[in-house]
């Protein structure tokens, strides 16, 4: 009953929403978890909450009109999702990349609503952002674009209504000038915006939360198989904020990270990467990752990102972007041993690559459940802003930890009771179904 349940909303949300491929992946991976759920609450198929969850809340769409610095009007496309607000306000990052449209803000938002609930820290649901690409640009025009990007989004954001934070292509300079133009718009200084800077109400370990709290993660899958990071190899995609914290971490636990990549290639350095090196060259000077093997004699740079995925290595933790890890990157990793591959970034690995990881019998965590850490310790920098103190990088950082195990062991609690297994993607789905799915409950028809 309740398959043929879920695959009907499955239908009619593919039916009604067209072509959005990223959308309806991430709803299906949910709807294919939860059917034990839905046998055991008949009241949520009365309710429609299923139908309701789907369904988002609210969708802005505006133009961002700016000038660069030659005097040419440039013309790009503002977005912001508020998902779903049962279990907390609005919480998500805002993302700039010239590949933003609508299904990407959405697949991320619906991602966001689970991740806000397993995170435990009263947060719901949303993303933004734009086609805005600010690679190439002079400080100058990303402020210019920033603040006219908050001319029109100050209207619907706010610190107990939606609370924006970083993401691709945003990170401190970008959410300083978002926040100036806030502050200046409404005449008020509050935690409208998360990964602020220190001096202004940002929190010690939000820069790392993302990357640390993937490790940590990582390390409850590990010693599920009686593993550690000491000597292990392990490579991580990407080499922006996610990457290069989870790296970073990595690293000072004992794991020599083998390999790391950008959009345009990958590095391997069989001695370990030093990842203060990949932070100046990709964070400080804004350059390319085929720099560091320059720097480096005993690192080797190979075009192109895809290639990585063959390095051997014991862990994988793709930390770039979606469908980064696809069916042959998953052949590779598990045809050469890995045994546990966390994902950091949203979404990275596509629906046949997990399949066959999962075949493979490489233990394998979901973005919601596995980089919540980034939200969870956006939760803590409002907490922080409202009572106007500042806890140290240490109370941070043990919270963290502390909030990481108690998702790994929530996650794995569900698939054990509802389906026998240890399962963390279908566990990551139920708690955080149940959770959005008896808040709605509560709350009547709104
Ligand atoms: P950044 O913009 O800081 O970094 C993105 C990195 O990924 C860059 O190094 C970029 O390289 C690289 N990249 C892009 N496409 C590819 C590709 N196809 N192959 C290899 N590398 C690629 O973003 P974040 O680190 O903040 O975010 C990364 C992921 O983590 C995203 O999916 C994001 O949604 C997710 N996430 C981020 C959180 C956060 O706190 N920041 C929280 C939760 C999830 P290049 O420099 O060449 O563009």
Known sequence: MSKQFVDGVLAKVMAHDGVEAQFHQAVREVLECISPVIDKHPEFVKMKLVE????????????????????????????????????????????????????????????????GALSGMQLGGG?????????????????????????????????????PAGDIGVG????????????????????????????????????????????YFATCMLHARGMDWKGSRVIVSGSGNVAIHAAEKARQLGAVVVAMSDSHGYVVDDRGIEIEEIREIKQVRRGRIAEYASLRSSAQYHDGPKGMWTVPCNMALPSATEGELDEAAAKALAGNGCAVVAEGANLPSTQGAIQILRDAGVSFAPSKAANAGGVAISALEMSQNVTR???????????????????????????????????????????????????MLAQGIV
């Open 52 to 115: 309701r969850l789907v369904e988002p809340e609210r969708q802005i769409m505006f133009r961002v009109p700016w000038v660069d610095d030659q005097g040419e009007i440039r013309i790009n496309r503002g977005y912001r999702i508020g998902f779903n607000s049962a279990v907390g306000p609005y919480k998500g990052g805002l993302r700039f990349h010239p590949s933003v449209d609508l299904d990407t803000v959405k697949f991320l938002a619906f991602e966001q609503v689970f991740k």
């Open 127 to 163: 993303k933004g952002g734009s086609d805005f690409d600010p690679k190439g640009k002079s400080d100058m025009e990303v402020m210019h674009f920033c603040q006219t990007f908050m001319n029109e989004l100050f209207r619907h954001v706010g610190p107990d209504t939606d609370i």
């Open 172 to 215: 401190t300079r970008e959410i300083g000038y978002l926040f100036g133009q806030y502050k200046k718009l409404t005449n008020t200084f509050t935690g409208v915006l998360t990964n602020k800077g220190l001096d202004y109400g940002g929190s010690q370990a939000r820069a790392e939360a993302t990357g640390y709290g993937l490790v």
């Open 389 to 439: 103190l500042a806890w140290t990088f240490e109370e941070v950082d043990a919270r963290l930890k502390k909030i990481m195990n108690a998702i790994y062991d929530r996650c794995l609690a569900a698939a054990e009771a509802y389906v026998g297994s240890q399962d963390l993607i279908v566990g990551a789905n139920i708690v955080g179904f149940l959770t959005v799915a008896r808040a």
